[in-house]
Structure formats: C-alpha cells, structure tokens
C-alpha cells in the first residue's frame, strides 16, 4: 500500500499540492486523475523521493522511498518518458539499469521483447518517436520486476496496440497482488483500466474510492422508466422527489438520484404497467467534468 498524509508542496510562493492524504491499495490498478497542473506528477515524485515535500510525507508500505531496503525491485516509476541519454540505444540504455543494479543481462533482451522494442534495440534514443520513448520508459521502470507501479501518463503517444499492452500488463500487475498507481487524461481508457480512483484539483483530493462508487452511484446515474400511463407514473414518482424528466418524444421518463430498484418499487405498489425499466451510468469524462470543474487551472478561452 502506498499512503499519502498531509502532503503539502511549494514551489516558491505555488502550491502544488495542499494537505493532500490518500492511499493506494495494493492489488489494484488506482488510477490517479486530476486537470492539468492539479499535482499529479508533484505527488509521484514525492512518492520516489524525487521531490521532498514542505509538510507531510508519502510512504510505500509503510516507509520513504529511501528507507526501503531494495527501492529498484519494489518499486518501477515512469515520471519523465525523456529520461534517457540521447545518444545511447535502447538496448545499451537498459544494459546501463541493468549493471548498475545487479539485474541479470537477460533481462534486458527479456524486457526488450515484452515491451516490443526488439525490433529498435540498437537504434539510439535520439531517433525515438514519443510512443517508442514510453515503451523504453515503461521498460525501464519494469527491469526490477517490481511489486509496485507508478505510470506518470504510461499511455500518452501510444498507438492502439501500445495503449491495449499497457492496460493489460497493469491489470495483470495488479492481479497476481501488485500496486499500481497511474495518471492519465483519457477517461474511458481509466474507466477500462482502474478499479479505484484518487481525483485530485488545485493540488487537493476531491474524491477516493471504487471507480464503481463514481460511475454507479445513484447521483451518477438516470433510470429510464416507460409504460402506457406514463401520466400515473410521474405521479407515484413525486413520492421519491427524484429530478424527473420526459425523454424528448415524450414517451419515456428519465429519473436522476434515485436507483432502479427504488423506481421499480414505487411502481410496483402503485400497480402500474413496466414496459422498460434500465439503468444508465455516467461516463467516467461526465462525472470527472463535475467533479473537477471548479477546479481546473487552465481553460481555453480563459473563462475560469
Ligand atoms: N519544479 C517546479 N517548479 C515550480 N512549479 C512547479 C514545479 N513542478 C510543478 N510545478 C507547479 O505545480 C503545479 C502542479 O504541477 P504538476 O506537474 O504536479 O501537475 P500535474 O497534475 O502533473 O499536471 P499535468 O496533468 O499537466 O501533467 C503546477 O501549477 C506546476 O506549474
Ligand atoms: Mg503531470
């Protein structure tokens, strides 16, 4: 488990992060969400001891990044995707990590054929395009064999295949009891990926928890109810005070913050005829939209 207690971090008069507590269970994929600017990258790198917070700290199971007694094995970051000598190939790049942390050379043909990069191995960085740069940065935050996992935006550049391979080894990670923490901006790319989620805004937490608590809470989500008297239904569904409205033809009624089995109950008692009763979730993009939109730094066409 990854816990986060009262981090606060300033640079100079910003605060990039405000008393900022959270934690990240282990055998899970959280994915770790936030505007642009909100402190996601701040709080990764205080995480692994590359930033040292003003107040408050961030402790992997149970001590700082520095206090633990393999840091390479127990933890693989992907904070800065451009992290790599220019002028090295993939291939030496790797045999660089390995060396210099007792991992066997295997293991560096090993990682270069999972995460596809055999086939450039000795080309040098420099000539990388960005999605071959985050398979290498991947790859090197993966050489340890690590139980934990902080991907700092794993996906951005990648190619449909590229982005499927992240999810799928994250997931896997995750499976098999590791600890994965990872930040993005593609929602529906989360909503696939991360059972659990920490929001942040303006450097502090705005909402932890299941990713279902988000998508499928009653506030997230509109029942469709219809019927031939869809005059009586509106009736025994005042009762509930839900937000009702009528589908825009007129023959359905769309019901928000109120469950399935609540609409389904209060028709049953007043003895009215079902014709459909479903329930639609929000989009993680919709319910990340309310969450954060007080909260966003920066917005196009500077209306804040
Ligand atoms: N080294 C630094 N010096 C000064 N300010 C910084 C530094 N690093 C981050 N900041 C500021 O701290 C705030 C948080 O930045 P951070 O990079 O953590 O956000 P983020 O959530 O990762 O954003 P993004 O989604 O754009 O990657 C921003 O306002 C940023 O300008
Ligand atoms: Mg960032």
Redesign the pocket.
């Known amino acids: 488990m990854i816990t986060v207690e009262n981090l606060t ?1 300033r ?2 008069k ?4 405000e008393q900022l507590s959270f934690t990240v269970p282990s055998g899970q994929v959280t994915g770790f969400l ?12 205080c995480m692994v001891g590359l ?1 040292s917070p003003t107040q408050g700290r961030a402790l992997i199971k149970g001590v700082h990044y520095s206090q633990l007694d393999s840091p390479l094995t127990t933890v693989g970051a992907l904070l800065d995707a451009k992290a790599f000598h220019p002028a090295r190939t993939a291939k030496q790049h790797l045999t660089v990590v390995a060396e210099t942390h007792g991992f066997p050379r295997s293991r560096v043909s090993e990682i270069l054929d999972m995460t596809g990069l055999s086939g450039v191995a000795d080309k040098k960085v420099k000539g990388f395009s960005l999605g071959m740069g985050q398979r290498l940065g991947i790859a090197t935050a993966m050489m340890g064999n690590p139980e934990y996992l902080l991907l ?2 794993p996906v951005n550049g990648l190619d449909p295949d590229g982005v499927r391979w992240v999810r799928d080894l994250v997931k896997n990670h995750a499976r098999i009891g590791g600890t994965v923490l990872i ?1 993005s ?1 593609l929602m529906s790319e989360m909503a696939m990926t991360a059972t659990n989620l920490v929001v ?1 805004g303006n ?1 502090r937490l705005i909402a932890s928890g299941p990713i279902k608590q988000f998508t499928e809470s009653a506030g997230h989500t509109t029942v469709r109810v219809s019927g031939p008297d869809l005059g009586a239904m509106g009736e025994a569904l005042n009762q509930l005070q839900p937000r009702l409205e009528r589908s825009e033809n007129g023959d359905v009624l769309l019901i928000q913050g109120r469950t399935s089995a609540e609409v389904g109950h209060a028709l049953h008692v007043a003895g009215l005829e079902i014709h459909e009763l479903t329930t639609l979730h929000s989009s993680l993009e919709d319910v990340f939209m309310e969450l954060t939109g007080q909260a966003v ?1 920066f917005r196009a066409g500077g209306n804040r």
Do not use: L, Q
């Not at 936030?34 to 790198?45: E, I, V």
């Open positions: 971090k640079y100079g910003k605060t990039a992060t936030g505007p642009n600017g909100s402190g996601k990258s701040t709080t990764m790198r930033d700092d935006e930040s901006h942040i450097g730094e």
